[in-house]
């Protein structure tokens, strides 16, 4: 049987280094699992790999689709499970930080309707004339159960609430039976962490050296692009605000920091509720190896 890697944790707790150093160690490509490297022109914002690592070593899903493409965690456990399908090797890598994406790669998504892309593009003009708090208000009458759950601050989860009500008749919840389903491959998790102290030091240290590389230029040149959803993400939201005169630049990094801490404690909340997972300090490489090896038997 086929056995699949997963290698996740927190940002910028050093899930790329070491999925590199495994891929090298194992002879295997990286499977990205990381919702914004898969799109083009977000290099320094999501940390994605650089030309000379992708050049050295083979990842799919990054740098796939362009800004306007949409695509979610249901379209990648299509397209992963069909790399796997097609995949010689007997272990594959599957890293990144996307917790959505990981969950439907290991357990499945429900079966959820498509939606037109007439209705997307209605919605999407209303969310802009109109405000979060209006589509809010008609997801509150179409499917209550879900607007009490619903993180209400974050659009694409309403908006693609709204969109299957609207689409279908039913309510979103209707849909979201939440059945783990068999997979034709055995499963490793191996979750990543460090010391909380030592974490947010990388996490400040990543963003002050995302600056000095070009964020805010990188940020500038995406600015046209602001309303797409794949740009709704810590580090750029904040240098949009900057360039709307809402904050400074030291004010935009500061809650790039601050966000950036936040999104890896909602991380980590969510990684250590799986009971499957099995946590190492990233640095401990050959523990790592050791415990994959024990558990594969595939690997030598």
Known sequence: ???????????????????????????????NADSRQIYQGMTIGTAAPTAE???????????????????????????????????Q?????????????IDAVCNGIDDIPTVDDTLRETLKQRLA???LESLLEELRQLDPEYYDMVDKKNTRRVVHGLEICLQTGCTYTSFR?????????????????????????????????????GLLEE????????????LNTVGYKELFAYFDGKFTLDEAVERIKGNTRRYARKQLTWYKRDANMHWFNPDDEDTIIGFINSQVSTIG
Request: aromatic share 6%; with cysteine.
């Open 219 to 230: 940020a500038r040149q995406l600015l046209p692009f602001r309303r797409e959803n794949a």
């Open 129 to 131: 004339a109109e405000g």
């Open 89 to 101: 090797e007997e272990v594959a890598l599957l890293s990144g930080g996307s917790m959505m994406y």
């Open 1 to 31: 049987m086929k056995t699949l890697v997963v290698i996740t944790g927190p940002t910028a707790v050093g899930k790329s280094h070491l999925s590199e150093r495994l891929a090298c160690h194992y002879h295997i490509p990286i499977i």
């Open 53 to 87: 690592t992708l050049a050295a070593i083979k990842h799919h899903f990054v740098g796939i689709l362009p800004l306007g493409s949409y695509y979610n965690a249901a379209m990648f456990e299509e397209d992963v499970l069909r790399l796997l399908e097609q995949q």
């Open 177 to 213: 039976k939440r059945q783990t389903k068999q997979r034709p491959f055995h499963i490793v998790k191996i979750g990543l962490n460090r010391p909380r102290e030592e974490l947010y030091q990388r996490i400040n240290k990543r963003v002050d050296q995302m600056m000095a590389e």
